[in-house]
Protein backbone atom coordinates (compact mmCIF):
# COMPACT_ATOMS: atom_id res chain seq x y z
CA UNK A 1 0.00 0.00 0.00
CA UNK A 2 1.08 3.52 -1.03
CA UNK A 3 1.60 6.48 1.16
CA UNK A 4 -1.57 8.00 0.53
CA UNK A 5 -3.43 4.13 1.24
CA UNK A 6 -4.87 4.25 -2.09
CA UNK A 7 -4.38 1.17 -4.10
CA UNK A 8 -4.95 1.08 -8.45
CA UNK A 9 -5.13 -1.81 -10.64
CA UNK A 10 -4.18 -1.72 -13.88
CA UNK A 11 -4.43 -4.46 -16.39
CA UNK A 12 -3.54 -5.05 -19.96
CA UNK A 13 -3.56 -8.10 -22.50
CA UNK A 14 -0.07 -7.86 -22.39
CA UNK A 15 2.60 -4.59 -21.34
CA UNK A 16 1.46 -2.44 -23.89
CA UNK A 17 -0.93 -1.08 -20.99
CA UNK A 18 2.67 0.24 -19.20
CA UNK A 19 2.02 2.99 -21.45
CA UNK A 20 -0.35 4.39 -19.89
CA UNK A 21 1.12 3.47 -16.23
CA UNK A 22 3.86 5.62 -17.30
CA UNK A 23 1.17 8.63 -17.83
CA UNK A 24 -0.59 7.83 -14.64
CA UNK A 25 2.63 7.64 -12.62
CA UNK A 26 2.81 11.14 -12.07
CA UNK A 27 -0.44 11.85 -10.97
CA UNK A 28 -0.91 9.41 -8.72
CA UNK A 29 1.97 10.79 -6.29
CA UNK A 30 2.08 8.38 -2.97
CA UNK A 31 -0.65 5.22 -4.22
CA UNK A 32 0.25 1.92 -5.17
CA UNK A 33 0.02 0.34 -8.34
CA UNK A 34 -0.11 -3.14 -9.27
CA UNK A 35 0.28 -3.50 -12.83
CA UNK A 36 -1.24 -7.44 -14.47
CA UNK A 37 -0.45 -8.58 -17.93
CA UNK A 38 -2.26 -11.24 -19.24
CA UNK A 39 0.69 -12.53 -21.33
CA UNK A 40 -0.10 -16.09 -21.01
CA UNK A 41 -3.40 -15.11 -22.99
CA UNK A 42 -2.70 -12.33 -25.28
CA UNK A 43 -3.40 -11.26 -27.66
CA UNK A 44 -7.46 -10.33 -26.48
CA UNK A 45 -7.62 -8.74 -30.38
CA UNK A 46 -8.10 -11.65 -32.25
CA UNK A 47 -10.20 -13.51 -29.58
CA UNK A 48 -13.90 -13.39 -29.10
CA UNK A 49 -16.48 -10.83 -27.65
CA UNK A 50 -16.88 -14.00 -24.35
CA UNK A 51 -13.16 -14.66 -24.25
CA UNK A 52 -12.64 -11.50 -24.15
CA UNK A 53 -14.78 -10.67 -21.47
CA UNK A 54 -14.16 -13.76 -19.39
CA UNK A 55 -10.58 -13.02 -19.38
CA UNK A 56 -11.54 -9.39 -18.48
CA UNK A 57 -12.74 -10.32 -15.40
CA UNK A 58 -10.47 -13.15 -14.02
CA UNK A 59 -7.80 -10.17 -14.80
CA UNK A 60 -9.79 -7.69 -12.89
CA UNK A 61 -10.47 -9.50 -10.02
CA UNK A 62 -7.46 -10.57 -9.55
CA UNK A 63 -6.26 -7.07 -8.98
CA UNK A 64 -9.12 -6.37 -6.98
CA UNK A 65 -7.71 -8.84 -4.48
CA UNK A 66 -4.64 -7.55 -4.75
CA UNK A 67 -6.50 -4.18 -3.08
CA UNK A 68 -7.53 -2.40 -5.91
CA UNK A 69 -9.64 0.42 -5.08
CA UNK A 70 -9.77 1.32 -8.48
CA UNK A 71 -9.39 -0.27 -11.80
CA UNK A 72 -8.00 1.09 -15.14
CA UNK A 73 -8.43 -1.02 -18.00
CA UNK A 74 -5.32 0.02 -19.86
CA UNK A 75 -6.07 -2.32 -23.02
CA UNK A 76 -8.04 -1.12 -25.95
CA UNK A 77 -9.57 -4.45 -26.88
CA UNK A 78 -10.74 -5.35 -22.88
CA UNK A 79 -12.18 -1.54 -23.08
CA UNK A 80 -14.31 -2.18 -25.96
CA UNK A 81 -15.57 -5.48 -25.18
CA UNK A 82 -15.46 -5.86 -21.40
CA UNK A 83 -16.13 -2.34 -20.14
CA UNK A 84 -19.61 -2.55 -19.54
CA UNK A 85 -19.25 -6.39 -17.95
CA UNK A 86 -16.58 -4.96 -15.34
CA UNK A 87 -18.17 -2.15 -14.50
CA UNK A 88 -21.25 -4.31 -13.61
CA UNK A 89 -19.13 -7.10 -11.94
CA UNK A 90 -16.81 -4.56 -10.09
CA UNK A 91 -17.93 -2.69 -6.98
CA UNK A 92 -14.89 0.23 -7.74
CA UNK A 93 -14.95 2.34 -10.17
CA UNK A 94 -13.31 1.03 -13.93
CA UNK A 95 -11.53 3.76 -16.13
CA UNK A 96 -11.01 2.12 -20.30
CA UNK A 97 -8.95 3.60 -22.84
CA UNK A 98 -11.56 4.53 -25.35
CA UNK A 99 -13.60 7.72 -24.05
CA UNK A 100 -10.57 9.50 -23.15
CA UNK A 101 -9.05 8.80 -26.14
CA UNK A 102 -11.86 9.82 -28.27
CA UNK A 103 -12.05 12.77 -26.17
CA UNK A 104 -8.80 13.84 -27.01
CA UNK A 105 -8.83 12.94 -30.48
CA UNK A 106 -12.32 15.34 -30.36
CA UNK A 107 -9.48 18.58 -29.07
CA UNK A 108 -7.28 17.10 -31.56
CA UNK A 109 -9.70 17.87 -34.90
CA UNK A 110 -10.94 20.94 -33.20
CA UNK A 111 -6.83 22.23 -33.00
CA UNK A 112 -6.58 21.19 -36.63
CA UNK A 113 -9.27 22.97 -37.71
CA UNK A 114 -11.54 20.10 -39.38
CA UNK A 115 -15.06 19.20 -39.86
CA UNK A 116 -14.44 15.89 -37.29
CA UNK A 117 -12.62 13.08 -39.08
CA UNK A 118 -10.45 10.49 -37.20
CA UNK A 119 -8.42 7.78 -38.35
CA UNK A 120 -8.61 4.92 -35.67
CA UNK A 121 -5.79 1.75 -35.93
CA UNK A 122 -6.72 -0.88 -33.57
CA UNK A 123 -6.94 -4.34 -33.29
CA UNK A 124 -9.29 -7.01 -35.15
CA UNK A 125 -12.00 -7.29 -32.42
CA UNK A 126 -11.99 -3.48 -31.59
CA UNK A 127 -12.58 -2.92 -34.76
CA UNK A 128 -15.41 -5.39 -35.42
CA UNK A 129 -16.95 -4.32 -32.18
CA UNK A 130 -17.36 -0.82 -33.51
CA UNK A 131 -16.56 0.88 -29.63
CA UNK A 132 -14.60 3.74 -31.20
CA UNK A 133 -17.07 4.45 -34.20
CA UNK A 134 -20.10 4.87 -31.63
CA UNK A 135 -17.89 6.67 -28.75
CA UNK A 136 -17.03 9.41 -31.89
CA UNK A 137 -20.19 9.42 -32.70
CA UNK A 138 -21.90 10.25 -29.19
CA UNK A 139 -19.00 13.71 -29.83
CA UNK A 140 -20.43 14.53 -33.70
CA UNK A 141 -16.85 13.00 -34.61
CA UNK A 142 -16.57 10.23 -37.52
CA UNK A 143 -14.18 7.41 -36.96
CA UNK A 144 -12.72 5.25 -40.16
CA UNK A 145 -11.01 2.19 -38.22
CA UNK A 146 -8.58 0.17 -39.54
CA UNK A 147 -7.68 -3.50 -37.84
CA UNK A 148 -3.74 -3.61 -38.08
CA UNK A 149 -3.08 -7.30 -36.70
CA UNK A 150 0.30 -7.80 -37.20
CA UNK A 151 1.48 -4.92 -35.35
CA UNK A 152 0.96 -6.50 -32.01
CA UNK A 153 3.40 -9.10 -32.46
CA UNK A 154 5.84 -6.57 -34.16
CA UNK A 155 5.88 -5.04 -31.09
CA UNK A 156 5.92 -7.69 -28.60
CA UNK A 157 8.75 -9.29 -30.41
CA UNK A 158 11.00 -5.77 -30.45
CA UNK A 159 10.59 -5.20 -33.88
CA UNK A 160 11.04 -1.43 -33.60
CA UNK A 161 13.77 1.36 -34.09
CA UNK A 162 14.39 4.74 -33.46
CA UNK A 163 17.21 5.05 -35.68
CA UNK A 164 17.58 4.75 -39.29
CA UNK A 165 16.11 1.84 -41.14
CA UNK A 166 18.58 -0.53 -43.52
CA UNK A 167 17.27 -3.29 -45.08
CA UNK A 168 20.85 -4.68 -45.51
CA UNK A 169 23.14 -4.46 -42.48
CA UNK A 170 23.67 -8.03 -40.60
CA UNK A 171 23.79 -8.32 -37.32
CA UNK A 172 26.79 -8.70 -35.08
CA UNK A 173 25.89 -12.68 -34.93
CA UNK A 174 25.30 -12.35 -38.92
CA UNK A 175 21.41 -12.49 -38.27
CA UNK A 176 19.23 -9.70 -39.29
CA UNK A 177 19.97 -6.18 -37.40
CA UNK A 178 17.69 -4.22 -35.20
CA UNK A 179 17.26 -1.78 -37.58
CA UNK A 180 16.23 -4.56 -40.18
CA UNK A 181 14.17 -5.61 -38.42
CA UNK A 182 12.63 -2.40 -37.83
CA UNK A 183 12.88 -2.13 -41.57
CA UNK A 184 9.90 -4.74 -41.65
CA UNK A 185 8.12 -2.95 -39.77
CA UNK A 186 8.10 -0.16 -41.50
CA UNK A 187 7.35 -2.10 -44.61
CA UNK A 188 4.11 -3.51 -42.83
CA UNK A 189 2.90 -0.03 -41.17
CA UNK A 190 3.55 1.48 -44.79
CA UNK A 191 0.98 -0.75 -46.22
CA UNK A 192 -1.50 -0.58 -43.63
CA UNK A 193 -1.43 3.45 -43.14
CA UNK A 194 -1.29 3.49 -47.09
CA UNK A 195 -4.80 1.17 -46.84
CA UNK A 196 -5.75 3.07 -44.20
CA UNK A 197 -5.76 6.55 -45.32
CA UNK A 198 -7.18 5.72 -48.75
CA UNK A 199 -10.27 4.97 -46.62
CA UNK A 200 -10.64 8.12 -45.01
CA UNK A 201 -9.37 10.69 -47.47
CA UNK A 202 -10.77 13.28 -45.15
CA UNK A 203 -9.51 12.03 -42.06
CA UNK A 204 -6.91 14.99 -40.13
CA UNK A 205 -6.12 13.31 -36.71
CA UNK A 206 -5.04 9.31 -36.51
CA UNK A 207 -5.58 7.78 -32.99
CA UNK A 208 -3.89 4.47 -31.43
CA UNK A 209 -6.66 2.53 -30.85
CA UNK A 210 -4.15 -0.07 -29.25
CA UNK A 211 -1.30 0.34 -26.12
CA UNK A 212 1.33 -1.22 -28.32
CA UNK A 213 1.01 1.60 -30.98
CA UNK A 214 2.25 4.14 -29.15
CA UNK A 215 5.81 2.22 -29.38
CA UNK A 216 5.60 3.23 -33.15
CA UNK A 217 4.77 6.55 -33.11
CA UNK A 218 7.55 7.91 -34.36
CA UNK A 219 7.57 5.46 -37.10
CA UNK A 220 4.01 6.14 -37.63
CA UNK A 221 4.56 9.69 -38.34
CA UNK A 222 7.37 9.46 -40.30
CA UNK A 223 5.47 6.90 -42.79
CA UNK A 224 2.45 9.67 -42.68
CA UNK A 225 4.95 12.01 -43.81
CA UNK A 226 6.23 10.12 -46.43
CA UNK A 227 2.58 9.09 -47.77
CA UNK A 228 2.24 13.00 -47.67
CA UNK A 229 -0.62 13.07 -44.98
CA UNK A 230 0.83 14.27 -42.23
CA UNK A 231 -1.83 13.32 -39.50
CA UNK A 232 -1.97 14.93 -36.20
CA UNK A 233 -1.30 11.23 -34.12
CA UNK A 234 -2.90 11.01 -30.93
CA UNK A 235 -2.28 8.95 -27.95
CA UNK A 236 -5.07 7.72 -25.76
CA UNK A 237 -2.58 7.10 -22.71
CA UNK A 238 -2.23 10.49 -21.19
CA UNK A 239 -5.85 11.45 -21.88
CA UNK A 240 -6.72 7.88 -19.60
CA UNK A 241 -4.45 9.29 -17.25
CA UNK A 242 -5.88 12.16 -16.54
CA UNK A 243 -9.76 10.54 -16.45
CA UNK A 244 -8.02 8.51 -13.84
CA UNK A 245 -6.77 11.99 -11.70
CA UNK A 246 -10.43 12.90 -12.55
CA UNK A 247 -12.51 9.83 -11.07
CA UNK A 248 -10.40 9.48 -8.00
CA UNK A 249 -11.03 13.35 -7.20
CA UNK A 250 -14.53 13.07 -8.15
CA UNK A 251 -14.83 9.89 -5.69
CA UNK A 252 -13.09 11.73 -2.99
CA UNK A 253 -10.07 9.58 -3.57
CA UNK A 254 -7.74 12.39 -4.66
CA UNK A 255 -4.33 12.82 -2.23
CA UNK A 256 -5.17 16.08 -1.78
CA UNK A 257 -2.68 18.90 -1.67
CA UNK A 258 0.00 16.47 0.71
CA UNK A 259 3.53 16.98 -0.75
CA UNK A 260 4.79 14.51 1.55
CA UNK A 261 3.56 11.27 -0.34
CA UNK A 262 6.79 10.30 -2.04
CA UNK A 263 6.32 8.64 -5.67
CA UNK A 264 4.01 6.16 -6.72
CA UNK A 265 4.95 2.55 -5.96
CA UNK A 266 4.52 -0.20 -8.45
CA UNK A 267 4.52 -4.06 -8.36
CA UNK A 268 4.25 -5.98 -11.57
CA UNK A 269 2.75 -9.17 -12.44
CA UNK A 270 2.03 -11.48 -15.39
CA UNK A 271 0.87 -14.92 -16.20
CA UNK A 272 3.73 -15.58 -18.82
CA UNK A 273 6.98 -15.10 -19.72
CA UNK A 274 8.33 -12.75 -16.92
CA UNK A 275 11.83 -12.90 -18.51
CA UNK A 276 10.31 -11.00 -21.50
CA UNK A 277 7.80 -8.80 -19.31
CA UNK A 278 10.78 -7.54 -17.30
CA UNK A 279 13.24 -7.25 -20.45
CA UNK A 280 10.79 -5.62 -22.72
CA UNK A 281 8.91 -3.75 -20.16
CA UNK A 282 10.96 -0.82 -19.69
CA UNK A 283 10.81 0.39 -23.54
CA UNK A 284 7.00 0.45 -22.45
CA UNK A 285 6.80 1.95 -18.78
CA UNK A 286 9.91 4.21 -19.77
CA UNK A 287 11.90 3.06 -16.45
CA UNK A 288 12.44 -0.48 -15.11
CA UNK A 289 10.33 -2.61 -13.95
CA UNK A 290 12.27 -4.43 -11.76
CA UNK A 291 11.03 -8.30 -11.04
CA UNK A 292 7.93 -9.41 -12.51
CA UNK A 293 5.77 -11.78 -10.50
CA UNK A 294 4.01 -14.91 -12.37
CA UNK A 295 0.43 -15.54 -11.25
CA UNK A 296 -1.77 -18.56 -12.94
CA UNK A 297 -5.25 -17.17 -13.87
CA UNK A 298 -6.42 -20.00 -15.32
CA UNK A 299 -7.38 -20.72 -19.03
N1 LIG B 1 -3.74 -4.60 -25.41
C1 LIG B 1 -4.39 -4.82 -26.67
C2 LIG B 1 -5.10 -3.53 -27.09
O1 LIG B 1 -4.81 -2.46 -26.59
C3 LIG B 1 -3.42 -5.23 -27.75
C4 LIG B 1 -2.83 -6.61 -27.55
C5 LIG B 1 -3.84 -7.73 -27.69
O2 LIG B 1 -4.38 -7.94 -28.80
O3 LIG B 1 -4.09 -8.39 -26.70
O4 LIG B 1 -5.98 -3.60 -27.91
Known amino acids: MGATGLTIGVFDSGFGGLTVLRELLPLVAGSHCVYLGD ?7 SKSRETIVRYALSSARFLQRQGAQLLVVACNTATAL ?7 ALPIPVVGVIQPGVEAAVTACREVGTAGEVLVLATQATVESHAYARACATLALKATEKACPLLVPL ?8 GTLDEETPGEDGGASDAARAFVTAQVLRIYLGEALRDAPESRALLLGCTHYPLLRTEIERTLAELGRPLRVIDSAQATARAVERVLSEQGMARGDRADVGDA ?3 FFATDSVQKFERLGPRFLGRPVGKVQLVDLGG
Not at 39 to 45: F, K, N, S, V
Open 82 to 88: ALEDLRA
Open 155 to 162: VEEGWICE
Open 39 to 45: TARLPYG
Open 265 to 267: TCE
